[in-house]
Structures are given as C-alpha cells and as structure tokens.
C-alpha cells in the first residue's frame, strides 16, 4: 500500500505547558502522526492508544493528545 491508500490517522501531540516540552526533552514542536488504510483499523489503534499503558504505575497518566484524522 502507498501512503495515497491511507487517509485515516492519528494525530498524536503533547498537551499545552506539558514539562516534557521543554526543550531539552521533546521539544514544544513534538508531535507524530499514524495513519491507516480504514477507519475500522484507526478506531481499533485509537482505543487501543487510549487504554492505559501496561507498564505505567497505577495513577500515572500518559501526556499526549490523540486526534483522529478523517478523509
């Protein structure tokens, strides 16, 4: 598949004053974007993102922001 076929995404940004945007960490223009052939797919990935991470210590919350992104 060529990157044309997929126009479902996930915009993936760090929340506004996060510490991690300091810029000697990730910097304040820290961002990614996943994308995906179907919507199915992206809303599978996007629940999954959301859900929290395993490895993290309860009551810790991962700082992102998630967008999804429709054709």
């Known amino acids: 598949m060529t990157a044309a076929t997929k126009q479902f995404?996930?915009?993936v940004k760090l929340p506004e004053?996060?510490?991690m945007a300091a810029k000697h960490?990730?910097?304040?223009?820290?961002?990614g974007t996943r994308w995906y052939e179907s919507a199915e797919e992206?809303?599978?990935a996007f629940d999954s993102m959301n859900n929290h991470?395993?490895?993290?210590?309860k009551g810790d919350v991962p700082?992102?922001?998630l967008e999804k992104i429709d054709p």
């Not at 991470?53 to 210590?57: A, C, D, E, H, M």
């Open 9 to 11: 995404g996930i915009s």
């Open 17 to 19: 004053n996060d510490p």
């Open 25 to 31: 960490l990730l910097g304040e223009q820290w961002s």
């Open 42 to 44: 992206r809303d599978a």
């Open 53 to 57: 991470p395993r490895y993290y210590r």
């Open 63 to 65: 700082s992102i922001v």
